[in-house]
C-alpha cells in the first residue's frame, strides 16, 4: 500500500531558539487512520499546519498524496481537507449556507452543490439544523459542520486537529463514527491530532506518539503495546495499614509504579510472572486484600514508557469518567 503522507527530518524553529519540531520524520498509508498523540505543546498541531502547506518547514521534507508540500501546495491543498481546532465558521450564516459558500469555493458543479451539501449536512446530523445560524449551534455541531466542510470536494485525505477536544461523550462518539466510516467507506485516508488515549485506541490503525517534537514511537496499537509486553498488578488491601507490606511483597515480581492512594501496583518483570504467583505470596504473608486487578499493556503504559510521563489527555478522560458515574447515581 502506498503511501498517502511522507515526512522526512521536519524541522521547525522560531526565535530566538524554540525547536517545535525536532527532525520528525513519519509515514501514514493511504486509507489508514493514523493518530498523532501527545500532550499540548509536543508539536502536534505544528506539524499538521506543515503537512497542509500553511506553514513551511525550516528543514525537512514532506509529500502529501504524492505531492511536495513547499513545491507543490496548490496540488496538495486540492487533494486534501482540513478541520483544525479553530472552526472557521460565520456565526450569522446558517449550516447550510456555509455548505453553498464551500461547495462555490471548491468550484463544485452548480447541479451538485445543493444534493452534496444536503448529503453531508444529512451524514455528520445535521439536516435539521441546517436552517439555524451557526451561532446558535453547541460546540459538537459546530465540529462537525466544520468536518462536512472539510468533505465537500471530496478529499483524498482529511486532517483533524483534536476533533473531539471539549465535546460531550455523545458528540464526540458521533464524530468517531463518522470518521471510520470515511476510512472504511470511502477509502479516505484520516490523519487526526489527539491527546485522547481512548481516541487513538477506538479509531486509530497506526499511532505516532510525539514529545518535544520527536516521534518517539511508530506503529499499530499491537505493535506499540507489544514493546512494553508487561502487565500491571493492583492490590489494595482491606487493611490499608499494610499497605507497605503488600508493597514488600509485590516488590519480588517486578517494579513498583503509581497506584491508587490506599493500593500498590507492580510491574511484572516478565510474562513468565502470572496473578497465581502473586496471590500465593500475598496469602503466605497472610495479607487479606479487598481489591485485586491485572492489567494488560495499555497505550498509557507505552506513552508513559516512551516520554517518562502521563499523557494529559488520560487525566481528563478518567474526570470525565468519574462525572459520568456520579451522574448515574443521581
Request: proline share 5%; charged share 30%.
Amino acid at each position: 500500500m502506498a503511501d498517502a503522507i511522507q515526512a522526512n527530518r521536519l524541522v521547525k524553529t522560531y526565535p530566538p531558539d524554540i525547536r517545535a519540531l525536532d527532525e520528525l520524520s513519519l509515514s501514514v498509508p493511504a486509507g489508514a487512520i493514523f493518530g498523532l498523540l501527545g500532550p499540548n505543546g509536543a508539536g502536534k498541531s505544528t506539524t499538521v499546519l506543515m503537512l497542509t502547506t500553511l506553514l513551511p518547514p525550516t528543514a525537512g521534507t514532506a509529500r502529501v498524496a504524492g505531492y511536495d508540500v513547499v513545491r507543490e501546495g496548490a496540488h496538495v491543498r486540492a487533494s486534501i481537507g482540513a478541520a483544525l481546532q479553530e472552526a472557521a465558521l460565520d456565526p450569522m450564516l446558517t449550516g447550510r449556507e456555509h455548505m453553498r459558500l464551500q461547495t462555490a469555493l471548491h468550484a463544485v458543479p452548480r447541479e451538485e452543490r445543493k444534493p452534496r451539501g444536503d448529503e453531508l449536512l444529512e451524514r455528520v446530523g445535521l439536516t435539521a439544523a441546517a436552517d439555524r445560524k451557526v451561532k446558535t449551534y453547541s460546540g459538537g455541531m459546530k465540529r462537525r459542520l466544520d468536518l462536512a466542510l472539510a468533505l465537500v470536494h471530496r478529499p483524498r485525505i482529511l486532517f483533524l486537529d483534536e476533533p473531539t477536544t471539549g465535546l460531550d461523550p455523545q458528540s464526540r462518539s458521533a464524530l468517531w463514527q463518522e470518521v471510520a466510516r470515511l476510512a472504511k467507506e470511502d477509502g479516505v485516508t484520516v490523519f487526526l491530532t489527539t491527546q485522547y488515549l481512548e481516541e487513538a485506541d477506538v479509531l486509530c490503525d497506526r499511532v505516532g506518539i510525539i514529545d518535544r517534537g520527536q516521534i518517539v514511537a511508530e506503529g499499530t496499537l499491537t505493535e506499540l503495546k507489544a514493546t512494553i509486553a508487561r502487565s500491571t498488578v493492583d492490590v489494595v488491601p482491606k487493611d490499608h495499614e499494610q499497605r507497605d507490606r503488600v508493597a514488600d511483597v509485590l516488590s519480588q515480581f517486578g517494579e513498583l509504579t503509581q497506584a491508587s492512594p490506599h493500593g500498590v501496583a507492580v510491574l511484572l518483570s516478565g510474562d513468565d510472572v502470572g496473578l497465581a504467583e502473586v496471590i500465593r505470596a500475598l496469602d503466605a504473608e497472610g495479607l487479606d486484600v479487598e481489591q485485586l486487578q491485572l492489567h494488560a499493556p495499555s497505550l498509557d503504559d507505552v506513552f508513559l514508557a516512551k516520554t517518562g510521563r502521563t499523557l494529559e489527555g488520560a487525566e481528563k478522560e478518567q474526570e470525565e469518567e468519574e462525572e459520568q458515574k456520579a451522574e448515574l447515581v443521581k
